[in-house]
């Protein structure tokens, strides 16, 4: 079966603090991807980011940072110097090859005040 | 990104009606289409699957006959809550993405409010 947990209902943070957002996931597939969706206030989901599991390198893209640990089954997600926009509740989703579902997290609602 | 639109974003509709959610994918051919339903605070709950040209496959729990979805098209997907109560009253997303295992890229959502 594939899982995947938030286990941070609600982070609330003040402008240009770093946060951290945790996401650890269960699966019994070897090849799998997971995925970062940012939901604004607005609704729409925006995706950030997608991992597959054969590549646990870093990533940097801005004030964004993933950081993928097999060993631990984690993919956590770091906004660095946050900013009020970045106000908004972050989904981590895994999907295992061969299967059409995305499997979502409940979620983390963060909020960063000015 | 790729761009899906979702139409309409607001529906207010009079129980026992039926309301048609359209999904489009405006850049892309989408050779699957996902339909989730939100609750408020909650995570998306995936509705059902759909594959152009093939019936839809649902999730347990969920009415094929209340919630039918066509999928006519690689670019067009519909919902339509059929015989619509109040507690149909809830936010619907779809989905589309190109092929298995890649990005799913999602449209607006629909806040469907059934009186």
């Known amino acids: 079966a594939q899982k995947v947990t938030q286990a941070q209902t609600e982070i609330s943070v003040v402008e240009k603090e770093d946060v951290t957002l945790d996401c650890v996931y269960e699966t019994r597939d070897t090849t799998y991807y997971l995925f970062w969706y940012k939901q604004p206030p607005s609704g729409e989901l925006v995706f950030l980011i997608r991992?597959?599991?054969?590549?646990?390198q870093n990533e940097i893209s801005g004030r964004y940072s993933w950081n993928f640990q097999k060993s631990t089954s984690s993919f956590n997600f770091t906004i660095t110097a946050s900013q009020v926009v970045d106000s908004a509740v972050y989904f981590c989703?895994?999907?295992?090859?061969?299967?059409?579902?995305?499997?979502f997290g409940t979620g983390t609602r963060l909020q960063v005040f000015p | 990104g790729a761009v899906v639109s979702q139409h309409p974003s607001r529906v207010i509709c009079k129980s026992g009606t039926s309301v048609k959610i359209e999904c489009r994918s405006l850049?892309?051919?989408?050779?699957?289409m996902f339909w989730y339903r939100q609750f408020p605070k909650k995570s998306l709950m995936l509705m059902a699957t759909s594959n152009e040209g093939s019936k839809a496959t649902y999730e347990q729990g969920v009415e094929k006959d209340k919630f039918l979805i066509n999928h006519a098209s690689l670019t067009l997907s519909t919902l339509t809550v059929t015989s619509a109560h109040p507690e149909d009253s809830s936010f619907y997303i779809c989905s589309a993405r190109r092929q298995a295992n890649t990005e799913a890229f999602f449209g607006q959502g629909t806040r469907l409010t059934v009186v």
């Open positions: 991992r597959n599991s054969f590549d646990e």
């Open positions: 850049d892309f051919q989408a050779t699957t």
């Open positions: 989703a895994l999907t295992g090859r061969g299967t059409d579902k995305l499997i």
